[in-house]
């Protein structure tokens, strides 16, 4: 790529973040954009809509910026939870180690590894200490639940947890087969939206005729019906609950946290297949769906997920392929021989080369992060956070795989097979391949990094569906989005491995990814505050995701080293650099004893202090008194949208039944 396409690309990029930013200071003003830009504040009641109009609305602004950058740590804690902070930590972090050569960047990445890994670990317990008493840190799922004959599911759990936890055990919710309910709720949902549309239209709007001669009916009359025989046909089902509609896994919970955790972490039978426990995740992180699958479906659902991964990494070549293609002015014009008088044009060469390949990837790449979601959701775990941490990791290495080597190699999947079957030659065909595409990832950092990161704060997909719904009249709910760590983390770790492996073999890309990081801290700073809202807290559980990528990145970085001192026949700098991977792993593994438990459970210790500190706490009674039903699957709760719903109050099931 030539310099000058290079400048193309950033003037363009640097134009479209600085359009975004205007267009925010603007569009964030006006009372009728509340619900894109600042819907977290509208629900908390901390910003109300000003209806007079206001000349200073249409003059941008910086203010935003300023206290975006000044945001605390522990605001964005108190308000967006400790995985928000995790999130912003990620982007300060690689703020830091672009600065140093080979061993002294490899040690002080270590070291901020470590610290980091330290401090979050500290942050974990801390919050843990800080939180009121949650369901999850009370309750455990217990699977392959061996069943007698003439006896229940409920029966079994009931009688083997009293024998074996007589002092800790407290209740149990049994999971239910209930995806044919989920299609009714659904239905009764969508109806109900249908009915809330119609009768905000004019009365002329709400009359249909039946058949060509036949009379008018009322829509709202005719959707009521229907809406109050969907919900008697739910209460049909709901109430038809046997004892075949259980599955062999259910929601124990104890009178401890410590109670809790002997439980998880005691293997509870002889057969280590039957009484499988794990931690169980808060009531409205639960995945209900996963439930409804059998063993064999949900295995083979984990062997689907695996080949269609490896497929859709194959049909990505396609587009990396075509954008090595257009990075290069001779291949276009073998390929488009009647654009070789338009490819002439300085300005259209310098577009094409410069600005479209880094373009045409990022907007391939943006189907991935809910293609993994949803590979991720029929892979059997039993919660959205779970599902969000696989799809994360598997957004991440397919990002680092298909844009990372496919680009730097530029061949096909067997010479990318072929590369890889041979580790003894991947040194030094990463040194010669990586230096080659230093000018597209420096593209790519803009386009990818700058513009993408900047449009994220006019949110244009939500302001045009709310422009297109407040066209149409709808009276949808507010809903408060929360951030897909899912599709960012990895962004973010990816530019982290490109700022690791190009430091010393293009240091041009140094202030780019320094740009990218300052523009990313502010931006997310500003949505935490105003847009984002969790839906679910996993207390940190993203960090090991990126101490695992940043290691591979250190340890890919070295191989680049020794294959380009190895390439310039310095033998004694290649024979000094390879200790520095074998120390790396180490101190990874160090890590990985010292730091990962904490982030799979927390220790006696911790346990046993917090159940002291509220033994004599008045309120825990009520809220064991709530932990009995905690798990109970919303499927079987009624719902109340028809007019006539009042016969639909009183519980299907009984917490005795379950």
């Not at 000058?4 to 603007?26: D, K, Q």
């Not at 759990?157 to 002092?167: K, L, N, R």
Request: hydrophobic share 45%; with cysteine.
């Amino acid at each position: 790529m030539l310099v000058s396409a290079l400048l193309t690309s950033l003037g363009i990029n640097s134009g479209l973040c600085v359009l975004f930013f205007i267009l925010y200071s603007i569009l964030r003003n006006q009372p009728s954009n509340y619900e894109v830009y600042v819907p977290r504040l509208l629900v908390e009641g901390n910003s109300k809509r000003r209806s007079h109009f206001n000349l200073e609305r249409l003059i941008p602004s910086t203010g935003w910026i300023k206290r975006a950058w000044k945001l605390s740590e522990e605001d964005i804690l108190s308000s967006s939870g400790l995985d928000a902070v995790v999130f912003m930590r990620v982007i300060t972090f690689r703020l830091w180690i672009h600065f140093s050569a080979v061993y002294i960047l490899t040690i002080f990445v270590c070291y901020l590894l470590y610290h980091e890994y330290k401090y979050i670990s500290s942050k974990r317990i801390a919050y843990f200490y800080s939180s009121k008493p949650q369901p999850r840190q009370f309750t455990i799922l217990v699977r392959g639940i061996p069943v007698s004959v003439g006896s229940s599911v409920s029966e079994s759990v009931e009688s083997f947890f009293t024998e074996f936890h007589p002092t800790t055990y407290l209740s149990h919710m049994v999971v239910r087969r209930t995806s044919k309910l989920r299609s009714l709720i659904n239905e009764a949902k969508t109806l109900y939206k249908r009915l809330l549309h119609l009768r905000s239209e004019p009365s002329q709007h709400k009359y249909i005729r039946i058949g060509f001669f036949g009379q008018k009916v009322d829509l709202v009359d005719h959707y009521e019906k229907k809406l109050e025989d969907i919900e008697q046909n739910l209460r049909l089902e709901q109430s038809d609950l046997s004892l075949a509609d259980e599955t062999r896994a259910a929601f124990v919970s104890f009178k401890s946290r410590y109670g809790a955790a002997i439980a998880f972490h005691i293997q509870q039978s002889i057969n280590p297949i039957q009484w499988i426990t794990e931690l169980a995740p808060e009531p409205d992180d639960v995945y209900w769906p996963f439930f409804s699958s059998s063993f064999m479906r949900r295995w083979m659902s984990k062997l689907v997920v695996v080949v269609a991964c490896i497929l859709l990494t194959i049909l990505f070549l396609i587009p990396v392929v075509v954008v090595q293609g257009l990075t290069n002015l001779s291949q276009l014009e073998i390929w488009f021989p009647f654009l070789k008088s338009i490819l002439t044009i300085t300005f259209v060469s310098q577009v094409i080369t410069g600005y479209l390949p880094s373009l045409i990837l990022q907007l391939f790449l943006k189907i991935v992060p809910p293609i993994m979601e949803f590979l991720s959701s029929i892979q059997g775990y039993i919660s959205h956070s779970d599902i969000e941490k696989s799809a994360c990791n598997k957004v991440l290495w397919f990002t680092i795989w298909n844009i990372f080597f496919a680009t730097v190699f530029s061949g096909s999947v067997l010479y990318l097979v072929n590369i890889f079957l041979e580790p003894k030659d991947i040194p030094a065909k990463l040194a010669v391949a990586v230096p080659a595409q230093a000018s597209f990832f420096i593209a790519y950092v803009v386009t990818s990094g700058w513009t993408s990161t900047a449009s994220e704060l006019c949110r244009i997909i939500p302001l045009i569906y709310s422009l297109v719904t407040r066209f149409c009249k709808s009276t949808d709910e507010l809903e408060v989005p929360s951030l897909p760590y899912h599709r960012d983390i990895p962004r973010i770790l990816f530019f982290a491995l490109l700022g690791i492996t190009y430091f010393f073999l293009a240091p041009l890309i140094l202030p780019f990814l320094l740009m990218y990081l300052c523009l990313a801290y502010i931006i997310f700073s500003n949505q935490f505050k105003n847009v984002y809202m969790p839906k679910y807290e996993t207390a940190g559980k993203f960090w090991p995701i990126v101490h695992n990528s940043m290691i591979f990145s250190l340890v890919l970085m070295h191989a680049i080293s020794i294959g380009i001192f190895t390439l310039k026949k310095l033998s004694i700098a290649s024979t000094l650099v390879f200790p520095l991977p074998v120390l790396t792993l180490l101190f990874n593994e160090y890590c990985r004893k010292r730091f990962l438990p904490i982030f799979i459970a927390y220790p006696a210790e911790v346990l046993m202090k917090k159940d002291k500190e509220e033994a004599n706490d008045p309120a825990m009674a009520e809220f064991f008194d709530k932990l009995v039903t905690a798990y109970q699957d919303p499927a079987l709760l009624p719902i109340r949208y028809s007019v006539n719903s009042n016969s639909l109050n009183s519980p299907l099931i009984s917490s005795a039944d379950v």
